[in-house]
């Protein structure tokens, strides 16, 4: 009886042990999308003003060369 009472609680630490590594491995993952994202945003906010400033610069020189 002793036997099966020490098997049951290590049964129930592992099943505990095992939900809190995968409570940690989702948020880990959670974590790293929202940088993935956030990086991505940037990118393409900064390209986006890298194109809207070479088309200024573009217009610009048309109007001074007069095109």
């Given amino acids: 009886m002793l036997l099966l009472r020490h098997l049951d609680r290590w049964a129930r630490a592992s099943q505990q042990a095992a ?23 940037y990118v393409a906010a900064a390209t986006a003003r890298r194109t809207a400033s070479t088309v200024d610069e573009v217009v610009v020189h048309q109007v001074a060369v007069g095109r």
Avoid: I, L, S
């Avoid at 939900?19 to 945003?41: H, I, K």
């Fill in 19 to 41: 939900r809190r590594n995968a409570m940690v491995a989702a948020t880990e993952a959670v974590r790293r999308r929202a940088e993935r994202e956030e990086a991505a945003a």
